[in-house]
């Protein structure tokens, strides 16, 4: 199981740092990601981290934006957004592909969260 944290209103321009927990021993099998859905759009990638050497990749846009990290010991991936955007405003959900190569199609994933909200007011 997956759950994120850590949602909320922020002002443009500002900064917030959302965690998603997972429950599984094995935690440092699986490629994390993150994913985004604003509403009356399509869910949207945003950054994933591989399991085997932590290499990230990014959607173009949150590039230079947005830093994805993992902490294998706390089972737990976190997003950094700075420089936030009205734009940026969607529920984001955390997501798991086990021994994944780090995909940004979410077909891909077959462990999902429940989503976290954040909002950025202009």
């Known amino acids: 199981q997956l759950a994120e944290s850590g949602g909320g209103l922020v002002q443009t321009g500002g900064s917030l740092r959302i965690s998603c927990a997972a429950s599984?021993?094995?935690?440092?099998?699986?490629?994390m990601a993150w994913f985004r859905q604003a509403t009356r759009k399509e869910r949207e990638f945003v950054a994933a981290i591989r399991h085997s050497d932590n290499n990230t990749v990014y959607g173009n846009s949150v590039k230079g934006r947005f830093t994805i990290t993992r902490d294998n010991a706390a089972n737990t991936v976190y997003l950094q957004m700075n420089n936030l955007g009205p734009e940026d405003t969607a529920i984001y959900y955390c997501?798991?592909?086990?021994?994944?190569?780090?995909?940004?199609?979410?077909?891909?994933?077959?462990?999902w969260g429940q989503g976290t909200q954040v909002t950025v007011s202009s």
């Open positions: 599984t021993l094995r935690f440092s099998a699986y490629t």
């Open positions: 997501a798991a592909d086990e021994y994944g190569l780090g995909s940004g199609v979410r077909q891909m994933y077959e462990s």
